[in-house]
């Protein structure tokens, strides 16, 4: 099993779960964000990579201290993904990204500055290129 990924703070709304293991989904270009202090929650992200345009939002240094700090190649960001049975209504917040320094095994969700990314912005629009973000 690989080690976990610390939350110091935890994910907004899930602030007592604290270690994670990232599940990739080899079918499909998403993971899972597992909680190993209780299994049963997991988050669906992605990878921004995945988009049409380039996802580059304001963060503020004070989350990359956080996790100690070092270069822009040292840190990976995920998205979460709000699920819906219809595909045209999944969703991903780029407002609270999770930003992960994979090294030190360390992970915050920040919040991103200025009101450029939206929280439930259209997954299916991202990727093919629409006007969403």
Known sequence: MQKPIVFKKGI??????????I????????Y??????NPSVEFIIISPH???????????ELY????GGGEDEEFVLYLMVRPSRNSNEITV??????????????????????????MRENLEALIEGGDSC
């Open 93 to 118: 917040n780029l407002q609270a990204p999770l930003l992960l320094h994979l090294e030190r095994r360390q992970g915050v969700q920040v919040i991103v500055e200025g009101d450029e990314y939206g």
């Open 32 to 37: 899972y964000l597992q909680s190993i202090d």
């Open 64 to 67: 990359f201290k956080e996790l």
């Open 50 to 60: 995945l988009f049409s345009k380039p996802y580059s939002p304001n963060i503020s």
């Open 12 to 21: 907004l709304g899930f602030e007592e779960y604290k270690n994670y293991v």
């Open 23 to 30: 599940v990739k989904d080899e079918e499909n270009m998403i």
